[in-house]
């Protein structure tokens, strides 16, 4: 079993719609969970961290966090064609190291 | 403007050459990692480090070696590279414990190994 596991997508919505990013994480000593976007051909950028059970919430992004699950989403609001992109869960475990699962390819579509 | 770079940030070598990556951070972080990136299989960890003279072995560690010197630079050396070893190298650093956890990385660098 992989210690972070997203679907790769590619996931599609259309421009102004939610899209929905998940993730799960197998160390259940975890205690802080990222998501990065990366653009093709570019370095990740961090968009969200989450520390807590519940949401957290920055502009048009949620994440939400279920340690209960071992589960981790990112949610897009009114997405724009900008933010196709692929998507990077990311987890520090237990151990004080900070694993990537796979990514999610995000497109919007016009 | 603190940063970190990466060199080179492409370069082709042969199976079986010794290659090293630079990598050099200004934001005087303690922790500094290398990542590959692969089709299908994201950022994987290769070394770790969380201050001068700590080395750590991430998820895919063999045939890849780090030593930190100073706060400033982590060098991975490819001992006698592979093709498998062909990839996208990702250094980055960051302030743990004080703090988010935020990573802040480099532009990467494209190794082809022929």
């Known amino acids: 079993q992989k210690e972070v596991e997203q679907n790769s997508g590619p996931l599609s919505v259309p421009e102004g719609a939610i899209a929905s990013l998940n993730c799960t994480y197998s160390?259940?000593?975890?205690?802080?969970f990222f998501w990065y976007r990366q653009y093709s051909g570019k370095s990740p950028e961090l968009i969200m961290f989450?520390?807590?059970?519940g949401d957290k919430e920055d502009g048009r992004f949620t994440a939400q966090l279920n340690k209960a699950s071992q589960y981790v989403s990112l949610l897009i609001r009114d997405s724009q064609p900008s933010d196709s992109a692929t998507y990077l869960c990311a987890v520090e475990s237990s151990a004080s190291k900070i694993i990537f699962g796979s990514g999610t390819r995000l497109s919007i579509r016009p | 403007d603190a940063e970190i770079t990466q060199s080179p940030r492409h370069k082709i070598t042969e199976t079986g050459r010794q290659v090293t990556l630079a990598c050099h951070q200004t934001?005087?972080?303690?922790?500094m990692f290398w990542y590959r990136q692969d089709l299908g299989h994201g950022l994987r960890l290769i070394h770790y480090s969380y201050g001068v003279q700590d080395t750590n072995k991430g998820e895919v560690s063999d045939g890849y070696s780090v030593s930190r010197s100073n706060t400033e630079d982590l060098p991975l050396t490819l001992e006698s590279a592979a093709s498998s070893q062909t990839s996208v190298y990702f250094c980055?650093?960051?302030?743990?414990?004080?703090?988010?956890?935020?990573?802040?990385f480099g532009e990467g660098s494209r190794l082809t190994v022929l």
């Open positions: 934001w005087n972080h303690n922790n």
């Open positions: 980055a650093s960051s302030r743990t414990p004080e703090g988010t956890g935020e990573l802040f």
């Open positions: 160390d259940r000593g975890s205690q802080s």
């Open positions: 989450i520390y807590s059970n």
